[in-house]
């Protein structure tokens, strides 16, 4: 790790090499943690136990333009889960809906099935507003399609966030994408 300076009114106070320091009086408000070439802010905490202070280092706050930028991301990779949790999924090459209507409509009949409720063969309408034969197995492999769709978009948004999180310009916000339309 880097070496840091503890700098107050152009004059060392402390220098370490470590993520924390154990001091007995709070660094002064206006000092700064110097990293060549990066300044570090600091935040003292106090020890009631033995009077001391922790103080923990962290990078200077991220600009106003970067900050939009992760702002924007995380409403599109919002909007894209959203759109893409519920706009349909396939099982068997057949595209089903998976609005919130839906979702019920599946998970109802997967419940009854599984309480032991005779589900007869029924039409099933698709999400093109075709129709296809659905039986009570093929509605428990349906139901089982959606729970895996609903948990690989949610899997992807979360995975999306958190490069969001480790991005430090706005060319890396930018960059981050789903990874494909069939997610």
Do not use: C
Request: no cysteine; hydrophobic share 40%.
């Amino acid at each position: 790790m880097a070496e840091h300076v503890l700098m107050h009114g152009g004059v060392e106070i402390k220098a370490i090499s470590g993520p924390s320091l154990q001091l007995r009086e709070p660094p002064p408000e206006d000092a700064v943690w110097v990293e060549v070439p990066n300044i570090l802010t600091h935040t003292a905490q106090l020890n009631p136990e033995d009077g001391t202070y922790s103080v923990i280092l962290r990078p200077p706050k991220i600009g106003r333009e970067l900050s939009i930028a992760i702002t924007g991301k995380r409403a599109e990779i919002n909007q894209l889960r959203d759109q893409k949790q519920y706009g349909g999924f396939t099982w068997d090459g057949s595209l089903f809906d998976s609005d919130e209507k839906s979702q019920g409509i599946i998970q109802g009949a997967v419940l009854a099935i599984t309480a032991g409720i005779p589900f007869p063969d029924r039409m099933w309408t698709l999400a093109d507003n075709t129709e296809r034969l659905v039986t009570a197995a093929d509605m428990l492999q349906i139901g089982g399609a959606l729970l895996t769709h609903m948990g690989t978009v949610h899997d992807t948004a979360v995975a999306l966030k958190g490069q969001l999180s480790e991005a430090i310009t706005v060319e890396e916000v930018n960059s981050i994408q789903w990874p494909n339309a069939e997610d």
